[in-house]
Antibody, heavy 121, light 105 residues
Framework: EVQLVQSGAEVKRPGESLKISCKGS????????IGWVRQMPGKGLEWMGI????????RYSPSFQGQVTISADKSISTAYLQWGSLKASDTAMYYC??????????????WGQGTLVTVSS | DIQMTQSPSSLSASIGDRVTITCRAS??????LNWYQQKPGKAPKLLIY???SLQSGVPSRFSGSGSGTDFTLTISSLQPEDFATYYC???????FGQGTKLEIK
């Protein structure tokens, strides 16, 4: 079975940079896209973007384009979400998700446990 | 962008009740609609994909229907473990609805 294991909680100051990770396992011979979903405190789910680690094809939600960078290292089955300069409004739980394809038929069938990012001065 | 509107935003029901949650798209999305369940402090879980396909391991009391712009998630007989927040998601642009919180009456 597919498992997504995320890096641990982070506490950062505004203006600092951050890179969180999501390591996948159990894919077998099937390739997956890996995406990120934000959930701000007490709020709903927001899709941020997704990457195909096989060739690093990356798609961003317009709401997050230019705000974050998604990358991957296929040799270690790990995807990353990074910020160059954090803001207090980046405080949220971030989930990584997997999808067998990207497009109208896609769905997020596996979820990581979440990484809580707190940005506070 | 295609917007998703869920209703109601919250709902109180009793064990054994039949419950229906609705999701409406701002334009036709064919059957490209997924449903997720999220319990407090936990990651969401996929329940239904492609409007009506039950994800493996999900109890059969959950069902989805609809196409075009109007979709429903139905729980045929509420169980204690079903009290959670439910989200629809259109898979054209992965946009989620705002969620429906299902609480115990």
């Amino acid at each position: 079975e597919v498992q997504l294991v995320q890096s641990g909680a982070e506490v950062k100051r505004p203006g600092e940079s951050l890179k969180i990770s999501c390591k996948g396992s159990g894919y077998g011979s099937t390739s997956y896209w890996i995406g990120w979903v934000r959930q701000m405190p007490g709020k709903g789910l927001e899709w941020m973007g997704i990457i195909y680690p096989g060739d690093s094809d990356t798609r961003y939600s317009p709401s997050f384009q230019g705000q974050v960078t998604i990358s991957a290292d296929k040799s270690i089955s790990t995807a990353y979400l990074q910020w160059g300069s954090l803001k207090a409004s980046d405080t949220a739980m971030y989930y990584c998700v997997s999808s067998r394809y990207w497009g109208p038929t896609s769905y997020f069938d596996y979820w990581g446990q979440g990484t809580l990012v707190t940005v506070s001065s | 962008d295609i917007q998703m509107t869920q209703s109601p935003s919250s709902l109180s029901a009793s064990i054994g009740d039949r419950v229906t949650i609705t999701c409406r798209a701002s334009q036709s999305i064919s059957s490209y609609l997924n449903w997720y369940q999220q319990k407090p402090g936990k990651a969401p879980k996929l329940l239904i994909y492609a409007a009506s396909s039950l994800q493996s391991g999900v109890p059969s009391r959950f069902s989805g229907s609809g196409s075009g712009t109007d979709f429903t998630l139905t729980i045929s007989s509420l169980q204690p473990e079903d009290f959670a927040t439910y989200y629809c998601q259109q898979s054209y642009s992965a946009l989620f609805g705002q969620g429906t919180k299902l609480e115990i009456k």
